[in-house]
Every structure is written in structure tokens, then in C-alpha cells.
């Protein structure tokens, strides 16, 4: 499919991007802003909006991380893109459908008691929005009508991309296979990084 | 009505539409979010969100896509604007409106059983956005003071628009006025890419 | 005060202002949403949500284009703004917290009977804005160091500006005083441009 | 760390931060909005929305001015980024942090009678807002390879937010430790104007 965008392009698909992820990155705070009125009706005090709800505002935390991470690393492909095609556009909007997603998922995982259905659907969450990235660098890289020729996407950070992925997919397999991991199989996503740093 | 705009546009008017489209495929989740504390009161597990809420995740998924499809189409057409009149302004709103209001006629199509009503309301509101879609590119198309010299709206994207509404218009007469019939009117909409094809 | 802005400037200022309006005007829906699960759990039907919540749909559909009008106000100013003072970026501010406030008046106005105090609410929120509105217009007119030298604001937009004030003021003041009028007071609203067309 | 961007940047960078600003200084208006149907449902009138919820509107505009202030603080030291570091970039993404949590924390303030916890809470925010922004220009300042050459950050800037960090710093001890206190400790954030004003 042939270049869709000659002029304010690729900005505008850029900036749709950042305001989907502005979006849904403060709207993760709201199911904490609801708590505050339940607690009160239930007779507890402003202590117990903390103490009793740690297990929601540390999936509200991790969430955060999760969205703020993955935007740097679309920050990071969109630097080397000069135009988009159709193909481009519509995989960012798989990638933002998941981003929409993500506060769904993070209240299933704040509500409820881990276990590997609830741990399946937030790994597997950041699982498809991980193969997005990857398949989105895969595209840019190495097509010259696409690239900003004086900064192409590096093989490096193409590896980089695969690897996260890689990673994902086996914690997202050992969360919601194997019986009592659950979400530490999250501590593989902190892998990655110093993988990438022997690597070099 | 003469031109509204020499600088910053019309760069303003679509960082603004594109805001707000932003906003209102992000808020598509709020129920969904809603629905985590709700399944929990009435002590069902992580599962039961998932499972018994089909209806509500497809509609948002359905709303997603749509708000999305209409966002490339407005985005196509924009891309071959150089300056905008307050007749363009003014019908951008109402194509705003239209896309604020989605979220709510997306909840009742989530909410209750699907008859003539419902699909109604919602392919209905579907049937709106798509006149307002082809009548910005009939106001811009052949308005040499108004686009891109080098890269006018085509007769060929004018009539994919002006199809597109056309069969959105049966499908809403359809699903709204033959009983049993209701959203199965929406496979109408997967008609008029194929049929631009063979046109071609 | 001196001029705060030299570069990117004052995109940022009206980016912003942007994104707060396309967020609150998009908010407005959001009280309707949260009509239909509780239509449904009360035993209503789908046509209920609409038929029973005229006044909720219609406030809604009001201050959609009261907000959008404002827009279009500021929009127009900030046509003719190069750089900005921390007056104006403070005015501005306050301006911004009108429109953040207008869900709250609006779910007011859509949820209880309309009497003086209702309609002062509302009425006095768009007041508040549209002295806003006109005291930017005034503190930017004619003065050289903060209009755009080929495009300032003319004579024409501030008396247009200052005569919707003024019709507000006078809607403010029936409607919140003189009893029975309540709501019927905005229908001046809709004279300021009759009124500036015969004036040219 | 090196320099990541080259293009593009800091805008990026820059309308993300906006957009989660306005997102969040948007959503202040949520729990008053939220008040109306429960006020209605209590069999409460329209006056009764705003005289007996006085502490959750007197939170909300709080809380709007702190975000708008913090806002204007993050503007004027980048007015000054030429270019930004990853470093730059965590230290914003924690200052969003901040940002997207102050929505919750104005609940709390709204929803209990105030005491050394609730006033500890939200003073400890701002104290974080306020250190993250100092460290933001101390960053800045004095890197001729970040600063815009011809507009670095003055000494004064820098002292200014030091002394409002120091301040800042002082009401969260005095609010979260001495009884009697609680919000009162916040009349100090009045003084750093006037102390940078005699200063000079």
C-alpha cells in the first residue's frame, strides 16, 4: 500500500497517539477517586483509602509504568518515521486499542485476587501491545521510502523490541499456565534491559 | 461566508477534532471499568467480567473501530484543506457532536437486548457522522480557494464517501423499521470498500 | 507585566486551552452514560433512556454548544495574538476554570427543576466566561507589542464581544431574579448577532 | 545519557506533559459533577449541591490552582530546553506522576474533616510536584547543550523554585506533624512571591 501522508504528516497520527495515551494513562487514576466515596460510606477514614487499597493503588502504579514505558518506546520508532502508510496507521490503532484497554484490565487486576486468568489477561494486555511495537519497527526498518535517511531504526533497537517481546511472551506463558507464579512472572519484563546492555 | 483563517490553521481546528475523538474512543472504556466493581459486589470472580459481558466488550470494540474509521475518513479529507470557512467549522462541530455522543449510544446498545430502537439510535447516529463526513468533502471538493493546490479532494474519494453514506442510510432503514433484522443491518458497512474496488 | 513568551509561544498557551475545552466538552456526556445502567437497573427499557431524560439530553446538547461557541470566541482572538503577557495567560486561566466548571452547572441544571437559583447557576457560569472573553479582546486591542501587525483585533470584534456580555449580564440578572423567567432569559443570547448585523 | 532527540523534541514531550495537565485539571470536576444525582437522591435541593459540599468545590478550585501554577512553573523551564536527555524525560514522567495523582488525593481533602494524615497527604504531593520541578531546572540550568542558547535559565528562576520547594517542604512538616495545623500550613506556599520579590 502506498504512502498515505505528504503533508502535516506523520504529526497529526503522532499527536492522535500521545492524546489517546495522555488519555488513558490519567484515566487510570479515577477508579482511585472512586474509592474515596465508598470508603466513607462504609464508616472508614482517609487512613484506610491508603492501607486497605494497596493492592489497587500498586496497579494503578505498575499500570503507570507500563503505559509510560511502552510510549517511550513508540516515541522512540516514530523518531526515524518521515511518512506512514495505511499498514503503519492501522497497527498504531491496534497499539492504541490496547492502550484503551489497559485501564480495564488494571481494575480487573486491582478488584481481584491474583490468580492465572487475572494474571493472562494483564500480561497478555501488554503482550499484543508489545507484539504491536515490534511489528510497528519491523515496518519502518530498513524501508528507505519510510525512514528519516539521516536516522534510520537501528538493528539494535530493532533486537531490543523482539527481545521485550520475547520476554513478554514467556512471562505472559508461566502467568497464566503454572499454577502460583502469576504475576511474578512479571519480574521477567525487568530482563530485557541489562540483556540488552551485555549485548552491546 | 468568507475564509475564517490565515495563520495557525487549519492546523487549530483539527489538533482540536483530533482531541476530542481522542477523548471519546478513551472514554469508550469508562463502563467497562465499571462494570470490575459492580460483578465484585455481586461476588462474582474475574472470570464472570469477561464471560458475562460480551455484549458490552463487543460494543466497545464495535464503537472503537467505528470511531476510528470515521477518524481516518476525516482525516483524509482534512489533508487536502489549506484554509476552512466557518461553514466547515460549523459542520466540523456538528461531526464532533455526533462523536461525542457515541459513548452514550454505545452503552445502550450495551446495555439492554438489541431491537429496532436501539439499532436505530445507533446505526442512526452512524448515518449523521457519515452525512456530516461527506458533506466537509463535497464543501471542500472543487474549492480551489480552500484546498491544497497541489492535492485536491478526487472524485474518487468523494464517491467513497458519498457510498459509504448511502449504504449506511440503508442500513439504518433497515435496522430501524424491519423487524429482526436490527444490528445484522451493520454488515451493510463492510460493502462499500469492496464495491470502490470493483468500481475502480 | 512583560511579555513571557518568545518562542513555541503562544501555541502552547492555546494547545493547551484546547485540550481542556475538547476534555470538558466531551465530559458532558458522560452524565448520560451513566443514565443507562441505572435506567436498566430500575426496569426501564431502552426508549426510557431517551423519553424519560429529555432534560438531561437537552442541557446536554446546550451547554455542547454553549462550550463550542466560546471556542469559536477564543479561537477568533487568539487569531490576532503573537505573544502573551502573564495577564493574559492568567485571564486565560481563569477562563479555562469556567469551562471546567460547566459540566458540574450543566449536570445541575439537567438533574433539578429549573427555578431562579438553577438558572443563576448556569447562566452566571456563562457570564463569568463571557466577561472573560471580552476582557482578553480588550487587553490585547491595540496594543502593537501582543497583536499580530497585519491582523489585529478590530473595533467591530470588541463591540461584538462586549454587546454578548452586556445581553448575558441582562439574562443573568432577569433570570435569577425576576421569577418565572428562569431559563427563558438565554433565548437573549441569541440577539447579540441579529443585533451586530444591523449595527454594520 | 546522551541526547535522544533530535527532531520533533521537545514538542513531543512537551504536548504529552499538556495533555495529561489538561486531562487532569479537567477531571477535578468529576466528583462535583458526581454530587448532583446523590445530593438528588437524598432528596436534596439544587442549593444544597453547593452549600453542603462548600469543602469539596473549595478542594476542587485548590487543586485547579495548584495544577495551573505547577503547569505555568513546568512552561517557563522549557522555555528553555533546547533539546532533552532521558534523564529530562523520567524526571517529567514522575512529575506526571504527580500530576495524575492529585485528582485522588483532592478527593480524600474533599471527603474527610482534615487532619494531620489527609493535610500530610496532600501538602506531600505538591512537595513532590515542587522537588521534581526544581530538579527539572537544576537539570537544565547551566547545560549549554540543553539550554536554548540565547534563553538559558537564570539564576533567578532557579532560586525561585528552591525557595518554593523550601517552603513547600516546611508545610508538609508543619501540617503532618504538629497537630492543629493541618492545611493552614499551606498559607506559607503565599510567601515565596513576596520573598523573591524583596530579593531582587
Chains 1, 2, 3, 4 share one sequence.
Not at 1 to 12: E, I, L, Q, Y
Not at 46 to 68: M, P
Not at 153 to 179: C, D, I, N, Y
Request: net charge neutral; glycine share 6%; hydrophobic share 55%.
Amino acid at each position: 500500500m502506498s504512502a498515505v501522508s505528504k503533508s502535516r504528516d506523520p504529526d497529526r497520527l503522532v499527536l492522535f497517539t500521545d492524546a489517546v495515551v495522555a488519555i488513558a494513562i490519567t484515566l487510570l487514576v479515577l477508579p482511585l477517586v472512586d474509592l474515596v466515596p465508598e470508603v466513607k460510606d462504609h464508616g472508614g477514614d482517609a487512613v484506610s483509602v491508603i492501607t486497605k487499597h494497596r493492592q489497587e493503588i500498586f496497579t494503578f502504579l505498575l499500570s503507570f509504568v507500563v503505559i509510560a514505558n511502552f510510549w517511550l518506546g513508540h516515541h522512540r520508532i516514530f523518531e526515524h518515521v518521515r511518512v506512514y502508510t495505511a499498514g503503519i496507521m492501522r497497527l498504531n490503532l491496534l497499539w492504541l486499542l490496547t492502550i484503551v484497554v489497559l485501564p480495564f484490565t488494571t481494575e480487573i487486576v486491582g478488584a481481584f485476587d491474583s490468580d492465572r486468568f487475572v494474571a493472562g489477561v494483564y500480561i497478555g494486555t501488554i503482550l499484543v501491545l508489545s507484539i504491536c511495537q515490534s511489528a510497528l519497527a519491523l515496518l519502518v526498518h530498513g524501508h528507505k521510502e519510510l525512514e528519516t535517511p539521516d536516522n534510520p531504526v537501528s538493528r539494535r533497537e530493532l533486537t531490543g523490541s523482539l527481545v521485550l517481546t520475547g520476554f513478554t511472551l514467556v512471562a505472559f506463558l508461566l502467568g497464566s499456565l503454572v499454577p502460583g507464579i502469576n504475576f511474578y512472572a512479571m519480574l521477567l519484563l525487568l530482563l530485557p534491559t541489562p540483556v540488552m546492555r551485555v549485548w552491546r
